[in-house]
């Protein structure tokens, strides 16, 4: 066979015209959502106040497989895909090992990430029914730069309430977010009733991603049926959106005449994981093949690695519906770990019961570690890697070193989900040494888990 190219890229037409639902490979399906209040599943029409329509549904069906993407969709996923798969000819070197090791870019559009696959259907989604804006939450930034970029393109109005640390420390996330005319909020903010009450109770608080959803949840509702909510990561819709990374990196590597043995992607939310994994989990849930499917986390945040498998709101301020999955408590605050977009106290419900039924592993880092991995990265891919996506590089490099011991030429796969240009701060706190890890003790975990809702359904938890 010929030499395996740096880099592949499928042509336009190659790429997958339909999303693939990974719910529709799996014998048990996870824990549907319920209403706080009722303890119910919630239905399309429970939804539809708060989600476009189209995305509602998305989000209750575990049945259909494929799903066709819009051609509108198309046209805007082709500015900036496919996107490569690279091999890191590099990476194997410095590491001396005989693993192949791959990685699925997702940087090269303005968000820097994998968010703009899900953010343009969720626009078009919203512009289809007619609304005339949409609210969300940013952490890192990269959900509300992909949003604005999506909102301007279909004409829609966005209101971002941002995370108030990442909204003082990184005024640049701002500054393109304002070039696509997007909205931005500080949050906890004084503009919305839960903003308010979170400010009483913690005046002094830099916000979490669990606050800011409270906000733009409210702020959607208050909109007298005009704008509606999107969440750019944890539900199902944002992880069939995200199937793209999967099926684009499956065909390509059937180009290449290869099949991952290990899939590894850092896992904020899980919906980066989740599409990466979607195909290649599929085929080990029908028994095709038997790829190792690994998540890597924060071990300041560990959701999954030291989270309860239970029912919990998505959101701190108690406004979303329930969620059954791996969490720390939704009145977790995480230490300011540099990686704003892992820092979540929830876990997407289809990975966490995936985890859960033993399909995948876990592991979490502490943020030198990671950071050691991003450098090492840069310097010889030549990719300055976003702090969220040095997890999965810190992963794959350690898969990478276990091949070194044992003699084993695995393939192995990583999502490079974005790149880290908007985080030279946490680069330069790295580089003096000024950086230093936190790890939750077992006490700090318990009082989230304390804030976990008492229902009959949390009960032994
Ligand atoms: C670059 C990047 N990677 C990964 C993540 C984690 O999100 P998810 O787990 O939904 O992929 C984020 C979230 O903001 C991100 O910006």
Redesign the pocket.
């Known amino acids: 066979m010929s030499k395996i190219p740096h880099r592949l890229y499928l042509t336009e037409d190659q790429m997958p015209q339909k999303w693939f639902n990974l719910r529709s490979a799996m014998a048990e399906q996870p824990d549907p959502l319920l209403h706080p209040g009722t303890l119910r599943p919630l239905g399309v029409d429970d939804l539809s106040p708060i989600f476009c329509e189209e995305l509602a549904r998305q989000e209750l069906d575990g049945a259909t497989a494929y799903v066709d993407i819009p051609e509108p969709i198309q046209n805007v996923y082709k500015m900036y895909r496919p996107s490569p798969l690279i091999r890191a000819y590099e990476l194997e070197k410095a590491l001396d090992t005989p693993a192949r090791i791959y990685y699925k870019f997702e940087g090269n559009n303005t968000s820097g990430?994998?968010?703009l696959n899900s953010a343009v259907a969720q626009a078009y989604y919203a512009k289809m029914q007619g609304l005339t804006g949409v609210t969300t939450e940013t952490?890192?930034g990269?959900?509300g730069t992909a949003l604005s970029e999506a909102c301007s393109y279909f004409g829609l109005t966005c209101d971002v309430f941002m995370v108030k640390c990442s909204y003082e420390q990184k005024p640049f996330r701002k500054a393109v977010m304002n070039v696509f005319d997007a909205s931005i909020t500080p949050s906890p903010s004084p503009t919305t009733e839960v903003g308010r009450q979170i400010l009483r109770d913690h005046p002094d608080t830099t916000g979490s991603l669990g606050c800011a959803i409270s906000e733009a949840v409210e702020s959607a509702v208050q909109s007298g049926g005009a704008k509606r909510y999107v969440l750019?990561?944890v539900l199902n819709q944002v992880l069939l959106h995200q199937s793209i990374i999967g099926l684009e990196s499956k065909l390509a590597m059937e180009q290449l005449g290869e099949y991952p043995d290990v899939v590894v992607g850092?896992?904020?939310?899980?919906?980066?994981?989740g599409g990466l994994i979607a195909p290649f989990m599929a085929d080990k849930l029908r028994g095709i093949r038997n790829p190792r499917i690994v998540a890597v986390e924060p071990a300041s945040c560990p959701s999954l690695t030291r989270g309860k498998y239970a029912y919990d709101f998505c959101d701190t301020g108690r406004v979303t519906p329930l969620a059954r999955m791996y969490t720390l408590g939704c009145g977790f605050i995480p230490s300011a770990n540099h990686a704003?977009?892992?820092r979540y106290h929830g876990m997407s419900p289809i990975l966490s019961k995936l985890y859960h039924d033993g399909y995948m592993e876990a592991v979490a880092y502490e943020q030198t570690r990671v950071f050691e991995a991003a450098v090492l990265f840069a310097k010889r891919e030549t990719i300055l890697p976003?702090p969220?996506?040095a997890h999965a590089i810190r992963g794959a490099i350690d898969e990478a070193l276990r091949c070194r011991e044992s003699r084993e030429a695995k393939t192995i796969l990583f999502g490079l989900?974005?790149t880290g240009y908007f985080d030279m701060t946490a680069y330069e706190n790295y580089l003096s040494g000024k950086m230093s890890d936190s790890i939750p003790t077992d006490a700090d975990l318990q009082k989230g888990f304390d804030s976990l809702p008492k229902i009959p359904q949390n009960e032994g938890i």
């Open positions: 990430s994998h968010k952490g890192a990269q959900w750019g990561s850092c896992a904020g939310g899980g919906s980066n994981l704003g977009g892992l976003a969220e996506s989900t974005g």
